[in-house]
């Protein structure tokens, strides 16, 4: 918009004084255009701003809500899970460690089936209250899991500190710590993979948006067929490939987990022995 108000002004120097009106109102009209310009990117600026704040995040917990559904501690298999959750896997064969740094402010001990109802009951019933009652498991194969914690990208500030605050005790003490999220409803995929400390790849993609997309692909992605995407726009032509690979099918984060630790949907045909977690 300068350079164009910069060769207006030329030309108005330049204009003899019956085209003065003409060209006042092209001026005004870019004026206008400037101006809308402006606030588009002021509003865009200030939006960063806010996602960057770190008392833009309001409190969460960890905690059991008086009307939570039953628990029991009768040791029972692995249940699976992963459609419409959220769920880390934690590169231990020690859950209670994973406990100590999640600080709950409220513990029970819950078999698979019931821990997980109740973390799919307060992601989805008690979201709205910054509420979750992630479910411990017993190990599994080396990895632990932590099902129905915050997303790791959403459309909104809130949850995404939420994960960042979570995770950031869990990936500063374990060797390797993923990150996993299917939501069909509105085509909600995520993944992310920690190792030695940091985070090397964080993808999140939602209703036709990438939310997020730090890292280079990695080989497990390829090897399921996954467009690489560049930042955080769809380039000419990627988006139908995106859609083409299946890209947010809600099992590709379950994919990708069966490639990087333990798919959860297949825990029930493990043979693995009854126990509880918290």
């Known amino acids: 918009p300068g ?59 960890l905690r059991i809500p008086a009307d939570h559904p039953p628990l029991d501690d009768t040791p029972d298999h692995p249940a699976d899970f992963g459609l419409k959750a959220c769920w880390l896997a934690v590169k231990t064969a020690e859950p209670e460690q994973v406990l100590t740094l999640l600080k709950a402010q409220d513990v029970r001990r819950a078999n698979w089936q ?84 940091q985070w090397l790849r964080c993808f999140a993609y939602a209703d036709g948006e990438i939310l997020q997309n730090e890292g280079a692909q990695i080989a497990e992605e390829r090897q399921l067929g996954l467009t690489e995407l560049h930042g955080l726009e769809f380039a000419e032509g990627e988006f139908e490939a995106w859609v083409d690979c299946d890209g947010s099918d809600e099992f590709m984060p379950l994919k990708l987990a069966g490639l990087w630790s333990v798919n959860p949907d297949d825990l029930p045909e493990m043979d693995i022995a009854p126990g509880i977690g918290w």
């Open 3 to 61: 350079t164009r108000l910069s060769a207006l002004a030329w030309g108005l120097r330049q204009t003899p004084s019956g085209g003065i009106c003409r060209q006042t109102a092209a001026l005004m009209h870019l004026l206008e255009d400037f101006m809308t310009w402006l606030r588009q990117w002021l509003a865009a600026w200030l939006s960063k701003r806010e996602r960057a704040a770190p008392d833009a995040c309001p409190a969460f917990a």
């Open 114 to 197: 019931s821990g997980i109802d109740t973390a799919y009951w307060a992601c989805h019933e008690k979201y709205q209250e910054n509420i979750y009652v992630p479910f411990i498991s017993p190990p599994v194969r080396g990895w632990v899991f932590v099902v129905g914690v915050p997303p790791l990208e959403a459309a909104h500030l809130p949850t995404t500190q939420h994960f960042e605050t979570l995770t950031a005790p869990l990936v500063a003490h374990f060797p390797e710590v993923q990150a996993f999220g299917s939501y069909r409803v509105v085509d909600y995929v995520a993944w992310a993979k920690a190792v030695d400390g």
